[in-house]
T-cell receptor, first 113, second 113 residues
Framework: NAGVTQTPKFRVLKTGQSMTLLCAQD?????MYWYRQDPGMGLRLIHY???????AKGEVPDGYNVSRLKKQNFLLGLESAAPSQTSVYFC????????????FGDGTRLSIL | GNSVTQMEGPVTLSEEAFLTINCTYT??????LFWYVQYPGEGLQLLLK?????DKGSNKGFEATYRKETTSFHLEKGSVQVSDSAVYFC????????????FGDGTTLTVKP
């Protein structure tokens, strides 16, 4: 059981370039989330989805877009990367039942020069 | 809004010492409470959880009790090992809010032999 898989694991971009981070889950979970983790700032929610075809803004959505065309996949896009977006990005998924935890991928380490 | 406050780190202990990491929360409803652990280079993984007042979550020798009267969920372990060295996150989740979680800033634990 793979759980939540993120690709790529590492990436270096130049300012202004674009890229897409992929998150795939094989647990048939309804909810999916994208976070960024920065030193001293904990986890901050970027965007989330409550089901296929739906997306919503989280705490820090500016500069990012998302799509959830298939239930198992949640894509995070950076249209024009900025150095402030250098971070570790985590995807998580969760089923809709009360008291269930989020399941996290191992992260994508993104550096923007 | 919801918030989670964790004991600031880092925390350094000798092997077999007693561990307490304090966690208090503010929530508008009746949240579920979680402790997650993050090892270097990995995503967060569930350590334990509690879904209602007075519930005790336990796993791998770690315990935490949901205290509604003090809005707390302190993590304890009677005898830590070197392998417990990691970052620990306290979190709450309210199912009425798309299952979104609010995380504390994390506490880094280092256990020395």
């Amino acid at each position: 059981n793979a759980g939540v898989t993120q690709t790529p694991k590492f990436r270096v971009l130049k300012t202004g370039q674009s890229m897409t981070l992929l998150c795939a889950q094989d647990m048939n979970h309804e909810y999916m989330y994208w976070y960024r983790q920065d030193p001293g700032m904990g986890l901050r929610l970027i965007h989330y989805s409550v089901g296929e075809g739906t997306t919503a803004k989280g705490e820090v959505p500016d500069g990012y877009n998302v799509s959830r065309l298939k239930k198992q996949n949640f894509l995070l896009g950076l249209e024009s990367a900025a150095p402030s977006q250098t971070s570790v990005y985590f995807c998580a998924s969760k089923d809709g039942l009360r008291g269930q935890p989020q399941h996290f991928g191992d992260g994508t380490r993104l550096s923007i020069l | 809004g919801n918030s989670v406050t964790q004991m600031e780190g880092p925390v350094t202990l000798s092997e077999e010492a007693f561990l307490t990491i304090n966690c208090t929360y503010t929530a508008t409803g009746y949240p579920s409470l979680f402790w997650y652990v993050q090892y270097p280079g990995e995503g967060l993984q569930l350590l334990l959880k509690a879904t209602k007042a007075d519930d005790k979550g336990s796993n791998k020798g770690f315990e935490a009790t949901y205290r509604k009267e003090t809005t707390s969920f302190h993590l304890e372990k009677g005898s830590v090992q070197v392998s417990d060295s990691a970052v620990y996150f306290c979190a709450l989740s309210e199912e009425t809010n798309a299952g979104k979680s609010t995380f504390g800033d994390g506490t880094t634990l280092t256990v020395k032999p």
